[in-house]
């Protein structure tokens, strides 16, 4: 009997097609419904690729103006949802109290068992415009400040700022942050998506979907990267006694990777050659640096890249220039994953339509290797 293939981690395996991303590792490109990613980035606000990635076109004019209206009027946090927020420890960490808060949402939607397009898309818009009021939220009740209501007079990355700080941000730094929602907001069949994809294949509601997929987006070695590389750029700067941070990077990798440790933020399960999403993500955090006037963190992040190429030839991935931004702007660091949630609902909660389109249950086999059958004394 030849030995059955097992395809471990899924690793190379089609399991479905899907209309809504290309990711090419060959080429180096990313397309959301056939745009390259890098041309949505610099030319348009996440509000019309949220609408593209569920719709399949950009909004027209009219359809922008009605889609950000039923999204401003659903971004306060019911009372009900904030003494659940309350009630979590503050040792908790934050990407628990998303999973959290989406459950919630699910268990409180008026149209909770109903997974008709209409309603799923009313879902997808209510997580969409609440989540960055839960993040932002938690972000506060942690520092002991005061709850800021979103407003409605600002767009979607401006509102997120200015409920998490409390005053309105600088365009550069809105544009920023504006960019970072736009290239995490979907990436094709990665571990949170299909997850995401498994739960809606048993006919499970889009909030459980979304619950599922936040859970598999917190592991370090999937969205929990962007924080850890925050840990990584600390720790280096811990051991610098000297000041010379950048000097110190190569110490420290050498040190990491003899203890046969993951630098996180660098290689990529898809991306061989570099992910395509870090030059846009780099130029972003270059305009940072010179905002916050933060010369050290770009020096440090170039002499970790550097060594990291020079001894182990793998590249960063988005995560890596995105932690020193989300930190540059003030987030405090176990945020830095919710805001990968809050951009990626865009990217799940399309997927999970799509899987309703044309579903079959996602049930794998498994090759037993465990004991010969036995029996009872
Ligand atoms: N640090 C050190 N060595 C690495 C790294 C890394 N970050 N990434 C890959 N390698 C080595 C790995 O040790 C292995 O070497 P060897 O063949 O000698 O055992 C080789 O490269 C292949 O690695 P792999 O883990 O088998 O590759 P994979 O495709 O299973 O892993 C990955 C992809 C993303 C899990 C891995 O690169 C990793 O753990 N990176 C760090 C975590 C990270 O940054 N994750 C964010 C991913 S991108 C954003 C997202 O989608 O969430």
Redesign the pocket.
Known sequence: MTDPQIHK?L?GVLVDTTRISKVNPETNSLLYRGYPVQELAARCSFEEVAYLLWNGELPTEAQLAEFTDGERAQRALTPELKAVIDALPVTCHPMDVCRTAASVLGASHELAEDSSVQANMDKAVGLFAAMPAVVAYDQRRRRGEDVVEPRDDLGYSANFLWMTFGEEAAPEVVEAFNVSMILYAE?SF?ASTFTGRVITSTLSDLHSAVTGAIGA?KG????G?NE?VMHTFAEITESAADGDVAAHAAAWLDEA?AEK?????????VYKNG?SRVPTMKASLDNMVKYYDRPDMGELYTALETAMGER?N?LP???YPAGPVYHLMGFDTPTFTPLFVAARITGWTAHIMEQLEANSLIRPLSEYNGAEERHLP
């Open positions: 981690g690793a990436h990665n987006l370090p070695l999937h969205g990267a850890a990777l440790k993951k630098i996180m933020g660098f290689g990529h399960r992910d182990k793998i991935n988005l995560d």
